[in-house]
């Protein structure tokens, strides 16, 4: 597609269950990040991906959040034992610089709204 | 570790009138700097940046940021606005060498009353 693309747009889950989130970023894009956007506040950083590596996870907020890249193309966002507080839209951005340079631009992704009940 | 900070969660402008949305950094090295616009229902869209060079940069849209060390300043601004500009805007940073991170405000949400 032309643009990053994220799946499903909405998900609602219960309490305790296992949910996994998809970005399908542009095409040639070798960076890819993971935020988080809870109600009235600004993109919180969770992983950024270059190539298949996790070149920075500091962000995720405990073991229970995992990304992976396998191909370095798609990743997948898995949250295990969802607790209420993971409620939240969760966006993907990719850039076609090496290492995330700050001349190239992120696209961000329309995001994934997890509610958690 | 870096913060920024978007004086004003709420602005409400007139159309035709200038818009300034306020934004301040926290760390000592000016960091890249980046505003984001964010439609309803859709993703975040990049405005405009600064790395390096002239501090006043154009953006889409007919919006300008000027890059001000001396107040670790980032202000948005548009000499008149558009009922197309309601929109929530956030203002991001991402420090040298830290592969791209951004780190946003908690945003601005732009009203445009007719």
């Known amino acids: 597609g032309a643009g990053v693309s994220q799946t499903p747009s909405n998900k609602v889950t219960e309490k305790g269950k296992y949910v996994e989130l998809r970005c399908d970023p542009i095409?040639?894009?070798?960076?890819l990040y993971w935020y988080r956007q809870s109600l009235g506040q600004g993109p919180e950083f969770l992983i950024y991906?270059?190539?298949?590596?996790?070149?920075?996870d500091s962000g995720l907020p405990n073991d229970r959040f995992f990304a992976v890249r396998p191909e370095g193309s798609v990743s997948t966002l898995k949250i295990q034992r969802t607790e209420r507080g993971d409620s939240a839209v969760y966006l993907c951005?990719?850039?076609?610089?090496?290492?995330?340079?700050?001349?190239?631009?992120?696209?961000f992704g329309q995001g994934t709204r997890l509610t958690v009940v | 570790a870096q913060s920024v900070t978007q004086l004003g969660s709420h602005v409400s402008v007139s159309e035709g009138a200038l818009v300034l949305l306020r934004c301040n950094y926290s760390?000592?090295?000016?960091?890249?700097l980046f505003w984001y616009v964010q439609y309803p229902n859709q993703g975040l869209q990049l405005l405009l940046k600064?790395?390096?060079?002239?501090?006043l940069v154009k953006g889409i849209n007919g919006f300008e940021a000027e890059f001000k060390k001396s107040e670790t300043s980032f202000h948005l601004t548009k000499p008149s606005a558009h009922m197309s500009d309601a929109a929530e805007y956030f203002c991001?940073?991402?420090?040298?060498?830290?592969?791209?991170?951004?780190?946003f405000g908690q945003g601005t949400e732009l009203s445009v009353k007719p």
């Open positions: 951005a990719s850039s076609i610089g090496s290492g995330g340079l700050p001349n190239t631009e992120a696209f």
């Open positions: 095409s040639g894009h070798t960076a």
């Open positions: 991906f270059q190539g298949t590596g996790a070149a920075d």
């Open positions: 760390s000592s090295v000016p960091p890249y």
């Open positions: 600064y790395t390096t060079g002239a501090t």
């Open positions: 991001a940073v991402s420090d040298h060498n830290q592969g791209g991170k951004l780190i």
